[in-house]
């Protein structure tokens, strides 16, 4: 155990990943990750190709076309930066690449933020890119090596995001237990693509399809999607087996059990909400946390088996689709249509503005009064 | 190396091109000259379109396209993964003119830059083909384009200048940029060679007319390309470290020659010939054979 901060301990296990191509481009709050690791590959303790890009757009390009030669492949970014890959990250899924990449979540511009939200990767879900959110650098860390190999999985082949808070993570030191390299090795296979291009075995990718084709390809992908349900919960056991920290469900309970009031979230706010909580229970009233860990694949049924006997459910989502809410909140009342149970959602924390334990609870005491589907925390004075 | 390759064609039959089509005898011939030890990378765009509709490929080598603008920064990685394996597969991309002189700028830039061993052929057709003949930065001034169109207000088609690609990939330190013309084969298949051997990014442009798109019969396809270079406005050379080398000689031709046998071209002489026109595309071809030196002898422009 070691005191580190997020964005080195992600370097650390990136490095344990070994990826062989690395290709990044800077930009605020992943710099940190970015920059540890081409001090890594200068300095021999990783061997990889550091590719220093132009651009984002170039950056995941290059990942592309290195993974599809055969190399395990590995960047980060955040915010624009992720923005702007946004074609490549469509087409990197299409072509079933799994590329694994690291975001530091950032609010989307404008007005320019640097600081936390979750607006970019939310902005993405429909890419078909697996979206892991990690609450602490611990988890951020652990789902690295659990990602390769869901990712990898020849059954899957899809890219992912392992996704953390800027800044909330990637700037914060805390306590980080990291594996060996041996340990890593153990549990992470070295990569073995599934095609690749060789001139020894000649193949074309990223045809075009007509309408004869283009639909069955989408299921395919939609399919490995769903499989990545039980590929993910069964590299968190094996993770569990191995390094004594279980990330096999695609949700975590905290103090659900005899709950009437549960609040769901994603990312490192479920810390200050597990705070909340137990305040709240200390004080009597029956609350707890169901935390989504994998946004996509989207956990639907684990929500709807963790809600069981709850009457009121309060949405914490860190992102809006203007004109609709947030998109948390709107797929967990898809999830829950017909159970009777009553969802909330509330727009927190957008820009990275604070959030408190006593902002938790004003949340549930909304929720209780059934007003709600609002933004929380408006500073009404400057509208 | 070279017996092998002319063993079979690499760029199978069957595919979707026009009859005609410039840009698929340039695939052909690429591959001829690269042999199978190659990975192809392609951008968006009629050549990528009519030889590979899923679940048909005209490509007997590894080849993949990603984007309309990002095959530099594929072939980057690429590369890079190919060092990491100590594999030693040439790559090569191969792109129209509005994936490389316009969207994939910035991708060409930061590949040459960082000075990957690729080789970049750009297939300049001189517009977006596969969209309906729209104008890029390759299209040469006068062209009439479904966007540069003419009008009562615009008499004479496109009124922007061609991009000089080739000197902005030089001064980006490529050993070795070339521009070829699918009227020469030979030239083109030798200079492929050289480029692929060539350790460092390179770059060929090869003038590959389009049927279609410039509006002339099918069968003249070669002496289209034949004619662009005996007019100058088309000059095949080789810059070795940013110094040109070897520019064609020709018995320049009036352009007129060249312009009159293209619909594109077609407004400057009829309904009312142009002649303040003619003589301005005249100029470019007269200071293309200053710049290069291309004259065996020089005629004068007509009056």
């Known amino acids: 155990m070691e005191i580190m901060e997020g964005s080195h301990a992600v370097a650390e296990i990136v490095k344990r990943c070994r990826p062989q191509v690395v290709s990044a481009y800077p930009i605020t709050p992943q710099t940190h990750i970015v920059e540890d690791l081409a001090q890594m590959v200068a300095n021999c303790e990783l061997d ?36 702007l890959m946004a074609e490549v990250c469509f087409n990197a899924a299409g072509m079933r690449l799994p590329i694994v990449m690291t975001i530091a979540n950032r609010s989307l511009g404008a007005p320019l933020s640097i600081w936390n939200d979750q607006q970019d990767t939310i902005a993405l879900r429909d890419s078909g890119w697996l979206q892991f959110y990690a609450e602490d650098n611990q988890e951020t860390a652990d789902l690295h090596m659990i990602t390769y190999k869901v990712c990898e999985d020849h059954d899957i082949l899809l890219p992912a995001f392992v996704c953390f808070d800027g800044f909330i993570l990637t700037h914060t030191y805390e306590p980080v237990d990291l594996p060996s390299q041996e340990e890593v090795d153990a549990y992470l296979p070295a990569f073995t693509p599934y095609h690749r291009l060789d001139a020894a075995k000649p193949l074309s990718m990223g045809m075009y399809a007509t ?32 390094f004594g920290r279980d990330y096999s469900g695609l949700v975590e309970e905290y103090r659900l059990d005899d709950a009437d009031i549960a609040l769901i979230a994603m990312g490192s706010i479920c810390g200050t909400v597990k705070d909340a909580v137990d305040e709240m229970r200390a004080a009597g009233k029956k609350v707890g946390l169901l935390k989504i860990r994998t946004y996509r694949p989207f956990p639907g049924p684990e929500i709807v088996e963790a809600l069981k006997g709850v009457s009121t459910v309060a ?26 149970i009553s969802v909330y959602d509330y727009i927190i924390a957008l820009g990275g503005r604070d959030v408190r334990k006593r902002d938790i609870a004003a949340v549930v005491d909304l929720a209780e009064k059934g007003e709600g589907d609002m933004f929380y925390g408006l500073r009404t004075e400057v509208l | 190396m070279a017996d092998e390759k002319q063993e079979c064609e690499l760029f199978s039959a069957g595919h979707r091109a026009c009859g005609g089509c410039g840009p698929a005898l340039a695939a052909r011939l690429l591959l001829r000259a690269t042999g199978k030890n190659v990975i192809v990378v392609a951008s968006t765009g009629c050549m990528e379109v009519f030889s590979t509709p899923y679940p048909e490929t005209a490509w007997e080598v590894p080849w993949i396209h990603s984007l309309f603008e990002n095959a530099a920064a594929v072939a980057s990685g690429i590369e890079a993964s190919l060092k990491k394996q100590g594999r030693n597969e040439k790559i090569v991309c191969i792109c129209g003119d509005g994936a490389t002189f316009d969207i994939g700028v910035l991708c060409i830039s930061g590949a040459f830059e960082r000075g990957h061993d690729i080789t970049y052929i750009c297939y300049d057709n001189e517009a977006y083909m596969n969209t309906g003949i729209q104008r890029s930065g390759a299209t040469p001034y006068g062209a009439s384009t479904t966007t540069s169109p003419t009008g009562t207000c615009a008499p004479g088609g496109n009124p922007l200048p061609k991009k000089d690609m080739p000197a902005i990939l030089a001064a980006h330190g490529a050993p070795y940029v070339a521009t070829s013309s699918i009227a020469y084969p030979n030239d083109f298949v030798k200079k492929v060679e050289r480029a692929i051997n060539t350790p460092g990014p390179c770059y060929i442009q090869v003038h590959t007319p389009c049927c279609t798109g410039w509006g002339f019969e099918s069968r003249d396809t070669i002496a289209i390309s034949k004619l662009a270079i005996d007019t100058g406005l088309w000059v095949n050379y080789e810059m070795v470290n940013g110094v040109v080398e070897k520019a064609k000689k020709v018995r320049r031709k009036l352009v007129e020659e060249y312009l009159e046998k293209q619909k594109r071209f077609r407004h400057l002489f009829r309904p009312a010939r142009q002649d303040a026109e003619i ?10 054979a200053e710049k290069f030196g291309i004259d065996i002898k020089l005629r004068k422009p007509a009056e």
Do not use: H, W
């Open chain 1, 48 to 83: 990889a190709e550091y590719i220093t890009v132009e651009s984002e757009f170039s950056a995941l390009s290059a990942c592309l076309g290195a993974s599809a030669a055969g190399s395990r492949t590995y960047s980060a970014t955040t915010s624009q930066g992720l923005i």
């Open chain 1, 211 to 242: 309408p004869d084709y283009y639909m069955e390809f989408r299921y395919e992908i939609d399919r490995a999607m769903y499989r990545a349900r039980d590929a993910f919960i069964k590299a968190g056991r094996e993770f569990n087996e191995q």
């Open chain 1, 315 to 340: 949405v914490l989502d860190k992102n809006i689709s203007l004109g609709n809410g947030g998109a948390v909140g709107t797929e967990v009342k898809s999830a829950l249509y017909g159970t009777g």
């Open chain 2, 279 to 288: 003589a301005k595309i005249q100029a470019i071809a007269d200071a293309n």
